[in-house]
């Protein structure tokens, strides 16, 4: 069992700061990419940012040089620092992790994408 949780939502003036925050647990035999979507509704999810179990990132156009994302592969926790957040990001953010999880009962492994519940991020004054 793996399971995935978002921390660190919530309301924020524009022009102000967030940091979210993800941790994925269980039978885990490795993490590889981790990365944080935004959804609104009606739309589609969309990719804000990535990281591999290396340290490569990847940012959405719209984020680059205001977010920051980061890893803790010894928790295997992954976060999401928001810097002068716009109105128009207000959104609900997921997490997702592709993790090599371990079967105790089958002794066998499966790899596969895993989603937190999301966690809802407000911009407004």
């Known amino acids: 069992q793996v399971q995935v949780a978002e921390s660190g939502g919530g309301l924020v003036q524009p022009g102000g700061s967030l940091r979210l925050s993800c941790a994925a647990s269980g039978t885990i035999a490795a993490v590889y990419a981790m990365g944080w979507y935004r959804q609104t509704p009606g739309e589609q999810r969309v990719l804000v940012a990535s990281i591999t179990s290396t340290g490569t990132t990847n940012y959405a156009d719209s984020v680059k040089g205001r977010f920051a994302i980061s890893r803790d592969s010894a928790k295997n926790t992954v976060y999401l620092q928001m810097n002068c957040l716009k109105p128009e990001k207000t959104a609900v953010y997921f997490c997702?992790?592709?993790?090599?999880?371990?079967?105790?009962?089958?002794?066998?492994?499966?790899?596969?994408?895993?989603w937190g519940q999301g966690t809802q991020v407000t911009v407004s004054s």
């Open positions: 997702s992790a592709d993790i090599l999880s371990h079967n105790p009962s089958t002794t066998g492994f499966a790899r596969n994408t895993y």
